[in-house]
């Protein structure tokens, strides 16, 4: 694509004031942004239905492309990929959506229309239940269904987990921002945002001096639904941004997934509720998932099974400790006395192996002597 239809793609996004809607519309009826500008004076004659307000604006292009200008020098200065609706590597799953963005910037190495995409979303205060479900669902994953593409918006909580165990898996996970590329936000997701430029990408329609306000995170949801061909919510209050992603993919069509929680947690609740309103459909692991999806290979899924999915998240435990981890996974949180009926291990072995498991990050100590498996 040309420089001159980016910069006026990218201008069009300042003078449409970031009404999404409108740009969109905007730009399909024309069919590109320089035909938009080259008519600027009677564009009237072309969009039948333009109002007088935006038949002024549309009339006055250049702060606009000054603003895009200097934008550009930032693109090409950062190796960032300018996507506009024409662009054959704009994500075309949110191509279909009726309010995608006009403009894309990406920093990335990730195929953005690879065949299987999720995104996985919830609440920023994950439980350690919350991240022994994404731990798990991802590695799992990873085993059933390798080649899927992860998706989520960077944020504490469920979102930085999701990615941190893509990565750690081996999956590439895209991050879309509520911001420009010039920064990160959170400051301390900068080094896993770092990794996924290498493993996968960073996605924004925001350019670069753009504060992360709420709004915009807002804004940013419907990017996440609208790339992926599923949503699923690990953990949510009765309200948040995860179940705001939701609704907006249920608007789209697309399959939403929830995991369930004990009843009353508040982090469960919304999941829950969802799942009662048939608002998603309720999964245990990644098998429902890829099941439900259709993207079995039977071969893979036989192979899984026998070698033994969770055999494989700690490669480096010796028989005894496996053994512990084994329990733990199939019920976490074990007072000490408990765990050492159900393996067999003797108090005073199991203390020893435990405290080698604390050192290794796979459990850690909670009160009144209970282990917690870490994901």
Not at 212 to 231: E, L, M, W
Not at 265 to 293: F, K, P, Q, W
Not at 351 to 373: D, R
């Amino acid at each position: 694509m040309n420089t001159q239809e980016l910069l006026y793609a990218m201008a069009l996004t300042r003078i449409s004031n970031f009404n999404f809607v409108q740009a969109l519309h905007l730009y399909r009826t024309v069919g590109s942004a320089t035909l938009l500008y080259e008519h600027r004076h009677d564009i009237g004659d072309m969009i039948c239905d333009c109002s007088p307000r935006l038949k002024e604006a549309l009339s006055d292009w250049d702060e606009p492309l000054r603003r895009a200008e200097a934008e550009y020098q930032f693109i090409e200065q950062h190796q960032i990929q300018v996507l506009t609706l024409n662009s054959t590597d704009y994500p075309q799953r949110l191509k279909e959506c009726p309010d995608a963005p006009v403009v894309l910037y990406y920093r990335g190495s990730a195929d953005l229309n690879q065949a299987k995409i999720i995104d996985i979303v919830g609440t920023r205060h994950c439980t350690s239940y919350g991240k022994d479900l994404i731990r798990r669902l991802i590695s799992e994953l990873r085993a059933y269904c390798p080649q899927v593409l992860i998706v989520s918006g960077l944020a504490y909580g469920v979102d930085i987990h999701a990615h941190r165990n893509a990565l750690a898996c081996g999956n590439e996970t895209v991050g879309v921002l509520a911001h420009g590329l010039d920064m990160i936000y959170p400051h301390g997701h900068r080094e896993t945002a770092s990794e996924m430029v290498k493993h996968g990408g960073l996605l924004t329609e925001f350019m670069t001096q753009t504060n992360a306000d709420k709004p915009n995170f807002v804004r940013r949801n419907r990017i996440v639904a609208g790339i992926s061909d599923a949503t699923i919510l690990i953990e949510s209050a009765v309200k948040g941004g995860g179940l705001i992603t939701t609704g907006i993919a249920q608007s789209y069509n697309r399959a939403v997934f929830a995991f369930p929680g004990a009843v009353g947690a508040m982090y469960s609740e919304g999941c829950n509720h969802l799942i009662r309103d048939n608002g998603a459909a309720l999964i245990t692991g990644a098998r429902d998932l890829v099941r439900a999806m259709g993207w079995e290979d039977n071969e893979r899924l036989q192979q899984a099974q026998q070698n033994g999915i969770e055999r494989n998240l700690f490669p480096e435990l010796s028989e005894e400790e496996q053994v512990v981890v084994e329990c733990l996974l199939q019920m976490n949180d074990l007072q000490l006395n408990i765990l050492s009926v159900k393996t067999g291990i003797p108090i005073g072995r199991l203390t020893a192996l435990l405290f080698q498991l604390e050192m290794k990050g796979v459990v850690k100590p909670l009160a009144g002597g209970t282990y917690h498996l870490l994901g």
